[in-house]
T-cell receptor, first 117, second 115 residues
Framework: AQKVTQAQTEISVVEKEDVTLDCVYE???????LFWYKQPPSGELVFLIR??????QNEISGRYSWNFQKSTSSFNFTITASQVVDSAVYFC??????????????FGKGTLLTVNP | DTGVSQDPRHKITKRGQNVTFRCDPI?????LYWYRQTLGQGPEFLTY????????KSRLLSDRFSAERPKGSFSTLEIQRTEQGDSAMYLC?????????????FGPGTRLLVL
């Protein structure tokens, strides 16, 4: 069975601090997909990034960066110079491969990030 | 390009009543998913469709729940004889199967409260 663990339930930082959200996953599949989503107070899940298991390159997008390490089954997310608008619940998710594509997502419990001015 | 839409956004009902939710996916997307999210938890998979075919149902989907996607476009999720434990956010997502880097995009959700 697949499992995603986000050990940090809540994190509180002051604006402009860097913050890293941890994600550890378990799967028996050799091909799988990892995702991060953001859920602001409005409730809608906003897609941030997708990673394939065969692509371990780290990625940077503006103030966001992701560190994927298969050896430790981790897919951590770092926000640099955090802003108040980054306050939200962040979910890490895992999908096994089916027919060469991903399908149902298994989510972690989420990390509530609060950025204080 | 409009995103995934869901209706209603909020629903309050009394225990034992039936409720139906609607999801309109992104127009060209052939896959449609339903998830349920309770307070303080991540979303949990309920079921999904590829076009009009329902390909998988979770054990979470009891026989009081039924989902349809009759013409391969919008989908409905019906809960019969609602129970207080059904109170949750019901999320719909859609994706384009076969597309490189296929990704699920979510709607705003329907928040259900069963009194």
């Amino acid at each position: 069975a697949q499992k995603v663990t986000q050990a940090q339930t809540e994190i509180s930082v002051v604006e402009k601090e860097d913050v890293t959200l941890d994600c550890v996953y378990e799967t028996r599949d050799t091909t799988y997909y990892l995702f991060w989503y953001k859920q602001p107070p409005s409730g809608e899940l906003v897609f941030l990034i997708r990673r394939n298991s065969f692509d371990e390159q780290n990625e940077i997008s503006g103030r966001y960066s992701w560190n994927f390490q298969k050896s430790t089954s981790s897919f951590n997310f770092t926000i640099t110079a955090s802003q108040v608008v980054d306050s939200a619940v962040y979910f890490c998710a895992l999908s096994e491969a089916q027919g060469g594509s991903n399908y149902k997502l298994t989510f972690g419990k989420g990390t509530l990030l609060t950025v204080n001015p | 390009d409009t995103g995934v839409s869901q209706d209603p956004r909020h629903k309050i009902t009394k225990r034992g009543q039936n409720v139906t939710f609607r999801c309109d996916p992104i127009s060209e997307h052939n896959r449609l998913y339903w998830y349920r999210q309770t307070l303080g938890q991540g979303p949990e998979f309920l079921t999904y469709f590829q076009n009009e075919a329902q390909l998988e149902k979770s054990r979470l989907l009891s026989d009081r729940f039924s989902a349809e996607r009759p013409k391969g476009s919008f989908s409905t999720l019906e809960i019969q004889r609602t129970e207080q434990g059904d109170s949750a956010m019901y999320l719909c997502a859609s994706s384009l199967w076969g597309q490189k880097n296929e990704t699920q995009y979510f709607g705003p959700g329907t928040r259900l409260l069963v009194l």
